[in-house]
């Protein structure tokens, strides 16, 4: 009964590639949100989707797109991966109104070789 | 421009003694602050938080205080348990950012010895 769920935990990949991480929470939140946490350790927004709808997004690289099927779902896909996108990214949750208690999922950790 | 800034990189506490947590804010228009708290391999969990227009939050062993005039906010545990060993993270609300934007520290790596 995992509250924010991310798949894969672990993606090691080849520069070039394209690849997507799936984010899933079953909390009833309408809001959904990517960070990346980089090699010296901060986090950092990406993207924030509200009921499907991008609220934010910060300047993030177009190889970059996230995509909201539903309002359960915030996937993250990445197009031609560069040897600086290797981080953990973490998918988070929380409801309009209350933006303060977010919830992260595990994290999907990314190595581009 | 790192707005939100945590300048200890790790305290190491002995169980049973007060943690402080200290972190450094630039934005005025900040709204709220908040604490998480992170294990490794697994995501941030929210901690506490406080409203710019107070200047303590308390809930339970752990307290925040915020100090507006010098943008400044600290994390006190009391008391400090092992299980409390984790990375801290501070972050920040509002201040002319989008909604729902989390403007986070760089986290500080609590230790706490039994």
């Known amino acids: 009964d995992t509250a924010v769920s991310q798949t894969p935990k672990y993606l090691v990949t080849q520069m070039g590639n394209d690849k997507s991480i799936k984010c899933e929470q079953n909390l009833g939140h309408d809001t959904m949100y990517w960070y990346k946490q980089d090699s010296k350790k901060f986090l950092k927004i990406m993207f924030s989707y509200n009921n499907k709808e991008l609220i934010i997004n910060e300047t993030v690289p177009n190889r970059f797109s996230p995509k909201s099927p539903d309002k359960a779902h915030l996937n993250l896909h990445i197009n031609s991966l560069e040897l600086g996108d290797s981080a953990v990214y973490f998918c988070?949750?929380?409801?309009?109104?209350?933006?303060?208690?977010?919830?992260f999922g595990p994290g999907t950790r990314l190595t581009v070789l | 421009d790192q707005q939100v800034k945590q300048n200890s990189p790790s305290l190491s506490v002995q169980e049973g003694r007060i943690s402080i947590l200290n972190c450094d804010y630039t934005n005025s228009m900040f709204d709220y602050f908040l604490w998480y708290k992170k294990y490794p391999a697994e995501g941030p969990t929210f901690l506490i938080s406080i409203s710019s227009i107070k200047d303590k939050n308390e809930d339970g062993r752990f307290t925040v205080f915020l100090n507006k005039s010098a943008k400044h906010l600290s994390l006190h545990i009391v008391p400090s348990q092992p299980g409390d060993s984790a990375v801290y993270f501070c972050a920040a609300l509002g201040g002319g950012t989008s909604y729902g934007k989390l403007t986070f520290g760089q986290g500080t790596i609590l230790t706490v010895h039994p």
């Open positions: 988070a949750s929380s409801q309009q109104g209350d933006p303060n208690e977010q919830f």
